[in-house]
Nanobody, 115 residues
Framework: QVQLVESGGGLVQPGGSLRLSCVTS????????MAWYRQAPGKQRDMVAT???????NYADSVKGRFTISRDNAKNTVYLQMNSLKPEDTAVYYC?????????WGQGTQVTVSS
């Protein structure tokens, strides 16, 4: 069983920055590939960024050059640094991992980009 808890969302003006955090329970974090997804109202949930156990990263084209995913294995935490935010980045952001046969998701954190 893995529990994920996101934090760091909020309201920010266009061009601003936010850093999301996702804390993972248990002692297996360093063996987990991690990902951030987002879901805007009326749209499907899409991958934003992934980071594997070696630290290799992958990004959706829409966020390349603006978002950075990172991990701190000592803190069981994965981060998403979001810069140059745009109104179209508004969504609920979810942390996700896969452990064994199952996918695990956090509860989500709302990010709203608006003036």
């Amino acid at each position: 069983q893995v529990q994920l808890v996101e934090s760091g969302g909020g309201l920010v003006q266009p061009g601003g920055s936010l850093r999301l955090s996702c804390v993972t329970s248990g002692s297996t974090f360093r063996f987990l590939n991690m990902a951030w997804y987002r879901q805007a109202p009326g749209k499907q949930r899409d991958m934003v960024a992934t980071i594997d156990i070696s630290g290799a990263t992958n990004y959706a084209d829409s966020v390349k050059g603006r978002f950075t995913i990172s991990r701190d294995n000592a803190k069981n935490t994965v981060y998403l640094q979001m810069n140059s935010l745009k109104p179209e980045d508004t969504a609920v952001y979810y942390c996700k991992t896969r452990f064994g046969l199952y996918d695990y998701w956090g509860q989500g954190t709302q990010v709203t980009v608006s003036s």
